[in-house]
Each structure stands twice: as structure tokens, then as C-alpha cells.
């Protein structure tokens, strides 16, 4: 059990350490709200069903993307304003991890749910069924970004983050997409490997 407390530990001080002067408190609150709504989520179903523990730790990175988009707000990250400058890129680019993120990492959560749930009985359909929840996840969350920013004017700017980029919803759905992808084609085998030792242990 040590090894999630330490988890628990790096969450609240990545958590508490975005929480310190961010760019603007109301983006802050918007960016890692998943994320606190993820631990709890995480938190009281770990009896029922406990996640590989490399899931975990994918979620806990997943989580510190948003804290820190969440601190500096996806368009001002440093090391991405760096990046921009040496390769001469039109934008800050840190949102493009975020959403190749938002594909990667919850494909790992919704294949892993499918196989030990036994959910679909032909697998060959679970990389499919995988990429497009995953693309889901990422519609429904462009669709939150778009409500914020009516709702709120000005003050969602920052959360929507499109940096002038009239194609930026679209773009971000294809890096969600593309991560998806990745993970089914790529790390599958490995996913399963780990599955296969938690079920043993």
C-alpha cells in the first residue's frame, strides 16, 4: 500500500504547488478540476476495482499536465514558449501534450476496464471501442471548453486557450486521437502484462 500513499503524497504537492500564485486563480480552478474529481472518483472505487498500478501512475502524470497548464495556463507554459522560439512555431504548443495526453492516458483506464470487466466478448473490437471513447472524452471536453468561454466572455479565454488558431478544436481532438492510438498499437502487450501480474498478485 505504500507505493499509492507516495502517489497520494505527489498528487497533493504537485496539486498544492499549481495552487501557488498561478496565472489566474478562475483558469486554475477550471484546469484541474478533472483532476480532483478523478482522485475521489479513484479514491472510493479502489475497493471495488483497483487499477493496475502503472495506471495510476499514467493518471498521477495525466494529472501534473493539467496542474501545470492549470499554473501557468496552456498558452504561457515556459518551456513551451521556449520550444516556440528555437523551432519557430506559430503558438505555444503545451495544449497539443495535453490532448495527446487526454487520448493516451484515459485509453489505457477504458482498455483496462474492458478487459477485466470482460465487457466486450470479441476483443478484437476493444482497440476500436478504446479510441473512440477516448475520442468522446475529448469531444465532450471541447464541447465544456466552448460553454465556459460563452458563459463567462472574456474571463474563459485563457481556458479555451485557441491562441488565435481558427482549427485549435479540431487539432486538439486529433492529438486525443492520435495519443489513443498510440497506446492500443503500442502498449497493449505491456498493458496486458501488468494486468496479468495484478490479477496474480
Partial sequence: ??????????????????????????????????????????????????????????????????????????????????????????????????????????????????IRKNIIQKKSWIPFLTVVVCMSISMCYEFLEWFVSVSSGSSGDSFLGTQGDVWDTQSDMLFATIGAICMVTLFSGLQDKKIKESLVA
Fill in 1 to 114: 500500500m505504500k507505493k499509492y500513499y507516495l502517489l497520494i503524497i505527489l498528487f497533493f504537492a504537485a496539486l498544492i504547488g499549481s495552487a501557488i500564485n498561478p496565472h489566474d486563480y478562475f483558469t486554475w480552478i477550471l484546469e484541474v478540476f478533472p483532476a480532483i474529481i478523478s482522485f475521489f472518483i479513484l479514491l472510493f472505487t479502489f475497493k471495488n476495482f483497483r487499477f493496475t498500478y502503472l495506471t495510476y501512475c499514467l493518471i498521477l502524470v495525466h494529472c501534473c499536465i493539467l496542474f501545470i497548464g492549470g499554473h501557468y495556463t496552456y498558452a504561457l507554459v515556459p518551456a513551451f514558449n521556449w520550444i516556440r522560439d528555437v523551432f519557430h512555431q506559430g503558438r505555444n504548443n503545451y495544449d497539443k501534450l495535453g490532448h495527446f495526453a487526454q487520448g493516451f492516458i484515459p485509453a489505457f483506464i477504458v482498455r483496462e476496464i474492458y
